[in-house]
Structures are given as structure tokens and as C-alpha cells.
């Protein structure tokens, strides 16, 4: 049985590249940052013998890593749209990765050793979390080969038949929800796998001393990253049409194209059968409209990529509300990791509750409370997150089929803005005084892997559809409409542009809240970065209804 009928893979996707997209990108993409985070400390402490400032070394090195992101991310989206491929930039990334996690145990000072080395992950990084956007419109695409576009006259009796290209009528947009469900669910066990394995490895060779166990543990998750970047260098689809680049058969026509009209002196005109084109038939010969789309694809890349990420999103208004809910959503997955220990904190020392001498924040030998607290609170929220995301992923494939497609994202908004909101005006986080806290936290973990999955979803659809719709029309057009395919296609092969462009107003969204939630939490009370999380909710509950009632006439237009 296809792999297609199990799960929502399009049906010339292979089983190897399914596999390897889920396990290697989707699943480690977000681990090693995980890792990284969860000890920096020991780094600090046991290699650098840091024992002051640590907040303020910990801030700044996550602030350069956000900032070099921003840039990063669309970088490596055009990039993708290249020569070099999604598959590429994936190889690449993981290799920097690893090369970075060697740096980082290796650096005998702070400033600038230690932040050079974060700058470098973030670099790869960056590109690994923004190549997992653009290589999911690739696996449910409809196969663009020009086999089902050849030259027939279709009777009126046969008019309403499927296209062969995919089984049982699914469109991309039927099943790219569905993927953006799994895709958060394979990167919350991604985390998991940091928390409970990769963290987990200082002790392991604890007989080897601090310094040495920390750095044993960084050399064995580095040589994870090369090892995974090995494996999708084989297991990801290369420069094949699917990606809109050459495949070794185009190179190989072009190769035996310039032997016979440079050393042979032929004409293009009078070129063999033996020549014929590898996008055309066996019985046909080529013609200028069978080579000219492979060609213009690869035109295509580099600044005009980004230029049709943002065009489109000026007009397309459901790609514009994929921005923002990406926007939303990563402000939202970093606010709930790094502002509720910090609420609990300051709770816990406005109260007496932890050691006089415990610093600004504590460790789990300084107030274990807070610690432990803390703790239970976020793996709240990342569980229901983990195990709402196949729900949101099936919910968000059912209404993009009706007219209600924005419908999972605002549920998911407006539950954001009763938990951020309830959350923020709680007195106490403590569970035997206010049960309902775990009832806010349920709430932030399902706000945030809907805003991830829906968004994920409506930027896979933006790129599809406008190629599936022009196949469509294909059905009903007159053949001389053809010429208007790679006009059609450039959302396509700019997928990597639009990619970045998404990850940008992620990263936009991080140093949103992290500079003003930070400042609101010393100025106005620890629970602004809260009410501000709300506020973004709520501007992404009233962008999907307005996008839902008055968008749909744009959508899918570049």
C-alpha cells in the first residue's frame, strides 16, 4: 500500500524520504538547541569557571543567537531556491551545527570565543528550523512532471475526471495540515529526546571529571549532528524536479545538447531523437516549452526568491497570516519557557520562600521549590502541546476543505488569550492555592502548538495551491494556456524564500517579547510578558476572522 494512503505524504514521495524528513529534520531540528540551552550553564561553570553575571552572560548570548537568526533564516531560504536545494542546505547546516557544539567546549574565554561559537549554531541552526517549513510544501506537492500534461483531447464525457498525479482526489491543502500535525509532534519528541537523553550525558562520563564530562557529552551530540546530516544527505530528495532544480538527467541532456551543436556544429533545430529532452516523452521530441520551465527554475533563488515572499504576501492575505501566526507562535514557545520559571521565581523570593542567599535565578540546590515548580508548570504546557499536535494537524486538514480554514488557528488564539491572560493576574502560582493555574498552563501549551501547526499549515497551502491550481485549470483551459505555468510556479520554486521570510517574523516575534516583556516585568509586574503574549493572541484571533471573511477572493494570487 502506498505510503500516501497511511499518512498524508503525496504519493511520489518516497518512504526513505518521508522517513528522513520526520526522524532527521523535523525530530533533531530543534533538539540541539534544546541541548545547548540546557547547559550552558555547565559550560560557564565547569569549562570557563564562571561564577558571576551569569544572567547577564546567558541573556546576551541568547540575544546575539535570535539576532543572528533573523538574518540567517532568510538567508538560507533563498539559498534553498538555488543550485545547492533544500537537501543541501540541510547537510550544511547540520555539519555547522556540529562544528559549533566542538567550538563551544573549546574556547577558553567568554567574549568573544564563547559568542562566536553561539553565533555560529545559530547560523546553522537557523537554516536547519527554516529548512523544515520549506521542505514541507515539497512533501505533499503534487507531482509537476509533464507526463500527465501531454498532448491529448480530452472528450466532455471525461472532463470531470481526477487528475492521475494523486490518489483518491487529496489536494495539497487536504494534507498539509495533517503533515504540520506531525511535524510538531516529531519536534516536541525532538525536545524530549534533549531533555532525557542528550542532557543526561554529563553524568554518564562523570568518572572523567566536570571538564571532561562536559566536554564528552558536547563531541557525542556533535558527532550526532554530522551523523544525521550524513544521513539526510542520503535519505532527502536531491536536485530532482520536485525541488525545481536540474536532475542528473538534465545536466547529462545539456551535457550531450553542447557536444552537438559546439563540436559537431549542429543546429538546435535538427537535433536527433537520441537528444530528446528527459522531461518529454520517449515518443516526442523536444520543443522550447519542455525545456523553458526547468530552465527558468533555475533563475530562480537569491534576492528574487525573497522578493516573491514578500510580494506574495501583499497579496495572498492567507500567506500574510501565516507570517503572523508564525510570529505569534514562536513569541509564544520561547515566552512560556523563559517567563513562567521566571514568574514562579519572583513569586517564590517576593515571598521569602527561597534562601536568603539565592541569586536572582536559582539553581535546584538554592530553592528546589521554585525549581521544582517551575519545572512541572512548563512540562504542563509542553505536554499538552505534544499531544495536541497530530489534533490540531487533522482539525486544520478538515476545514481547509471548507470555508471555516482559519477556524483551528483562532480556537487556538483565543484559548492563548484566556491562559496568557489568566496566568498574568495570578497572586500565587502554587497549585494548592490556585488550582487553576494547571488549567491556564493547559491552555498556553494548546495556544502554542495550534499557532505552530495552523501556521505551518497556511504557509504549506499558500505555496501549493497556487501550483495545484493552475493544474486544475490545465484540465479546463485550452493548451495554449501552458504559457502561463511558470508565472503559476514561481511561488513554488521561491518556497525557500517564503520559508525564511516565515522564520524571520519568528524570530521578529522572540525580540518582541524578550525585550519588551523584560522590561514590562521590572517596570509594570511579573505578569506583563503574560498579558502581552494575550495581546498577540488576540491580534491573531481578529486577523483570522478578517482574513476568513475578506481574504478568500486573494488567496492563492501572487
Known amino acids: ?14 518512504p526513505l524520504h518521508a522517513a528522513t524528513y520526520l526522524f532527521g529534520v523535523s525530530l533533531f531540528s530543534i533538539s540541539f538547541l534544546v541541548f545547548l540551552n540546557a547547559t550552558l550553564s555547565f559550560v560557564l561553570t565547569d569549562l570557563l569557571h564562571k561564577r558571576s553575571q551569569l544572567g547577564d552572560i546567558v541573556g546576551t548570548l541568547g540575544f546575539v543567537d535570535e539576532l543572528v537568526a533573523i538574518f540567517a533564516a532568510p538567508f538560507w531560504g533563498a539559498v534553498s531556491d538555488g543550485r545547492l536545494g533544500t537537501r543541501g542546505v540541510v547537510v550544511l547546516c547540520y555539519w555547522i551545527v556540529a562544528g559549533s557544539l566542538v567550538l563551544f567546549v573549546n574556547v577558553p574565554t567568554v567574549y568573544p570565543g564563547l559568542l562566536l561559537a553561539r553565533m555560529v549554531f545559530s547560523v546553522g541552526a537557523a537554516g536547519v528550523a527554516t529548512m523544515v517549513s520549506a521542505i514541507l510544501p515539497e512533501m505533499t506537492a503534487v507531482d509537476d512532471t509533464p507526463a500527465p500534461r501531454r498532448i491529448v483531447i480530452t472528450p466532455p464525457s471525461e472532463s ?6 494523486r490518489e483518491a482526489g487529496t489536494s495539497p491543502a487536504q494534507s498539509s ?33 566536570p571538564e571532561e564530562a562536559v566536554r564528552r557529552a558536547f563531541y557525542t551530540v556533535a558527532a550526532t549532528a554530522a551523523g544525521v546530516g550524513i544521513w539526510c544527505f542520503f535519505g532527502l530528495p536531491g536536485h530532482g524536479k520536485l525541488a525545481g532544480h536540474r536532475s542528473f538527467r538534465r545536466y547529462m541532456y545539456d551535457a550531450r545538447v553542447w557536444i552537438w551543436t559546439r563540436i559537431w556544429g549542429g543546429s538546435r533545430e535538427a537535433l536527433p531523437s537520441l537528444l530528446s529532452s528527459p522531461s518529454s516523452s520517449p515518443s516526442a521530441s523536444p520543443t522550447p516549452d519542455s525545456t523553458q520551465a526547468p530552465r527558468s527554475a533555475l533563475c530562480r533563488g537569491g534576492l528574487r526568491s525573497l522578493k516573491i ?24 514557545s520561547v515566552g512560556i519557557s523563559l ?78 488569550v484566556v491562559g496568557f491572560t489568566g496566568f498574568g493576574m495570578l497572586m500565587s502560582p502554587e497549585p494548592r492555592e490556585n488550582p487553576m493555574v494547571w488549567v491556564y498552563a493547559v491552555l498556553m501549551g494548546a495556544a502554542q502548538i495550534g499557532g505552530i501547526v495552523c501556521s505551518l499549515g497556511l504557509l504549506a497551502c499558500a505555496v501549493s495551491s497556487s501550483h495545484s491550481g493552475g493544474e486544475d485549470e490545465g484540465e479546463q483551459q485550452p493548451l495554449l494556456s501552458e504559457t502561463g505555468t511558470p508565472k503559476a510556479r514561481d511561488r513554488r520554486y521561491a518556497k525557500g524564500g517564503i520559508a525564511g521570510v516565515y522564520s524571520l517574523a519568528g524570530g521578529v516575534g522572540i525580540l518582541a517579547l524578550t525585550k519588551l516583556g523584560g522590561w514590562g516585568f521590572d517596570s509594570i509586574g511579573s505578569g506583563w510578558p503574560f ?28
Open 1 to 14: 500500500m502506498p505510503l500516501s494512503r497511511r499518512l498524508p505524504f503525496s504519493p511520489h514521495i518516497r
Open 160 to 165: 470531470s475526471r481526477a487528475p492521475i498525479v
Open 177 to 209: 495540515g495533517k503533515l504540520a500535525g506531525l511535524v510538531g509532534l516529531f519536534t516536541g519528541c525532538g525536545a524530549l529526546l534533549a531533555l532525557l537523553v542528550f542532557l543526561r550525558l554529563p553524568t554518564r562520563f562523570a568518572q572523567y571529571g
Open 309 to 332: 515572499a514578500f510580494k506574495a504576501s501583499l497579496t495572498d492575505s492567507s500567506l500574510s497570516l501565516s507570517y503572523l501566526a508564525g510570529f505569534v507562535a514562536r513569541a509564544t
Open 339 to 416: 517567563f513562567i520559571p521566571l514568574f514562579v521565581n519572583a513569586y517564590f523570593i517576593r515571598h521569602g520562600l527561597c534562601p536568603p542567599s539565592a541569586p536572582s535565578s536559582p539553581t535546584p540546590e538554592t530553592c528546589k521549590q521554585a525549581y521544582t515548580l517551575a519545572a512541572k508548570l512548563t512540562g504542563a504546557t509542553q505536554l499538552t502541546a505534544l499531544l495536541l499536535a497530530p489534533v490540531f494537524g487533522f482539525w486544520a486538514d478538515h476545514a481547509a476543505a471548507s470555508n471555516r480554514r482559519n477556524t483551528p488557528l483562532v480556537v487556538s488564539a483565543l484559548l492563548g
Open 531 to 558: 498579558w502581552l503574549l494575550a495581546g498577540f493572541e488576540g491580534v491573531l484571533v481578529l486577523a483570522g476572522v478578517l482574513e476568513g471573511i475578506f481574504g478568500s477572493g486573494v488567496s492563492g494570487q501572487i
